[in-house]
């Protein structure tokens, strides 16, 4: 069985971090962890394939199987208070708030009103993209971006209007 376009590319610390075996399109099928001298198979179908390629990074002993399941403890620690997770924003969120309890000037409301119904419109287009499992859309990213899209091997920001002259449209996301 041959390993061709297989690629091991490594992440985090040199010599410290994983190891991730990617098929040509940049998709994951496994990664070895060094501090836990684990191999996680994501593609079990390629297995023998993985563990070739890997064969000359491995050491010791090493378990081989499927990414361990996060125990309850791993769930916790990894869980966002409500006030901090962006996922649920919709779009133009703060604006909404600055309407609501805001300066009462005329000109003022007029403005924050357009923009708003500027930013749903941007929001559901970003929202209806194809392929809900392959794009995620983060709205009122605060003072950072409107709107953050993230896709395959591709990521944009959409800039704050008050804030154009720090992200543009669009920003790449390294």
Known sequence: MGTRGLRVTPSGRPGRGRLYVNLPDGR??????????????????????????????????????????????????????????????????????????????ARARHRLRQELAARQRIGEVLDGLPGPEEWRVLHSLGDIADHLVIGPRACSASAPSRAADSVRWPATCS
């Open 28 to 105: 994951a099928v496994a990664w070895y962890d060094r501090k836990a001298n684990r191999v996680s198979v994501l593609a079990d179908e390629r297995r023998e394939e993985i563990l070739t390629v890997l064969r000359p990074y491995l050491n010791g002993t090493v378990v081989i199987g499927p990414p361990p399941v996060p125990t309850a403890a791993d769930l916790l620690r990894l869980a966002l208070p409500p006030d901090d997770d962006l996922a649920p924003n919709r779009p133009g969120e703060a604006l909404i708030g600055e309407l609501t309890h805001g300066s009462a000037g």
